[in-house]
């Protein structure tokens, strides 16, 4: 017998203009979604993975809710919405055919802007790892629960999975990056450089951050937090507040703690940082303390706060590193703590369990230095999944 049992799905981006709630059957429950690691996505979002989520074919938002966002056409088939205010990406328009006089239109939802990820969303796994030469953050979420995630190099089902820890064969041959690291959003409108830490990168001043030591604490010494391996890094983490979590529209978001005085808006390092500059947005999500945003396609970029004005919070996925998504030239990642966990478990304590283990068994692969012998495995074994212990 059908069932006609429904549930209700609420969504919001940070500021709360463009909330939105649908009726979705109970049937259609959990919803398919994927991470996506494609250097589009990194780039448009801020983040590593844009976390996409499959709504059912029926549904298509309200017009109030569309006027309070800006499209960004993504492709000829993929326009993507953020909150003209806040910039949270929260809904993507997706033709089967862009060439089609009346294609069939499906929704998306961006997972992170969903009041409650468990029971509404099977994460089935990550796609595009390929483009992030270094497996991004695929292995920084490897499971949830006893289940691997499907780890697909390109399109899900149309492409070979990738190991655990694989690296793209070109990597071997990298010489350590020393250059400025370039960033930029998707449509271009954010661009800038990250020197690597040198005796300036001390001219800073901050509390200690979430990721360090819980609930942020004051740091009376002036302790150089931000500067990781024997000051030769930058520190990087995953935070899963839900200010982070809204402002992005993805599940984790993934920042960078550098001094402004490392970045220029040059190549040549001679253009000082700004707050404000190209296509950026800010949003003031609470007293004294700034988000900002490309205004063309959405992209997260910087938090900052009144109280620490030379220390700036960047965005990741913006990075264009040679290393891979992740940086690992420029960046120390903290893979003891995710920032902010509590706020998240309420909500996708699947994903929490996932990115914690996930995170913890990477940092102890890379303290034990298996990327070497992980290397060879790949080399000899070619892309075949390995188990995940
Ligand atoms: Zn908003
Ligand atoms: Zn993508
Ligand atoms: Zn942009």
Redesign the pocket.
């Known amino acids: 017998m059908a069932s006609n049992a429904t549930k209700t799905l609420k969504a919001s981006c940070l500021c709360g203009a463009a909330s939105y709630e649908t009726t979705v059957p109970s049937s259609s429950l959990p919803l398919k979604s994927w991470w996506c690691s494609c250097t589009s996505c990194r780039?448009?979002t801020g983040t590593l993975a844009l976390c996409v989520v499959y709504l059912p074919e029926s549904y298509s938002p309200p017009q109030a809710v569309l006027e309070k966002l800006t499209v960004?056409e993504f492709t000829k088939r993929v326009f993507q919405y953020f909150c003209s205010t806040c910039g949270s990406h929260i809904l993507a328009r997706c033709l089967d055919d862009a060439e089609a006089k009346e294609p069939r239109i499906t929704w998306d939802a961006m997972s992170g802007t969903l009041e409650q990820f468990d029971g509404f969303v099977h994460l089935r796994g990550h796609e595009f790892i390929n483009d992030t030469l270094d497996g991004g953050i695929s292995d920084f979420i490897p499971t949830i629960g006893s289940r691997q995630l499907d780890r697909y190099s390109t399109r899900p089902e149309k492409s070979e999975q990738l190991p655990l820890n694989w690296r793209d064969p070109k990597l071997a041959d990298l010489k350590p990056n020393k250059d400025k690291v370039h960033a930029?959003?998707?449509?271009?409108?954010?661009e800038f450089w990250i020197a690597h830490p040198s005796a300036r990168s001390t001219h800073a001043a901050s509390n200690w951050p979430d990721l360090l030591r819980p609930n942020a604490p004051d740091n009376p010494n002036n302790e150089c937090w931000w500067l990781q391996d024997n000051n030769t890094k930058f520190l990087a983490g995953t935070c899963s507040c839900n200010t982070c979590r809204l402002a992005s529209g993805q599940e984790i978001v993934q920042w960078a703690f550098v001094p402004t005085v490392d970045i220029t808006l040059d190549a040549a390092g001679k253009v000082k940082f700004e707050r404000q500059f190209?296509?950026l947005k800010q949003f003031e999500s609470s007293k004294g303390i700034f988000r900002s945003f490309?205004?063309?396609?959405?992209?997260s970029a910087f938090y900052w706060a009144d109280d620490r004005p030379f220390l700036m919070d960047v965005a990741i996925g913006l990075l264009d590193s040679p290393e891979g998504a992740r940086a690992e030239g420029l960046l120390e990642w903290r893979t003891t703590r995710l920032s902010y966990r509590e706020d998240a478990l309420g909500r996708a304590k699947a994903v929490v369990d996932g990115i914690e283990s996930g995170l913890q068994a990477h940092g102890e692969r890379r303290d034990r230095g298996e990327r070497e012998i992980i290397e060879r495995q790949v080399r000899e074994e070619g892309a075949k999944v390995m188990v995940v212990r």
Do not use: I, L
């Open positions: 780039r448009m960004f930029q959003c998707k449509c271009g409108g954010v190209g296509t490309c205004g063309v396609c959405g992209a």
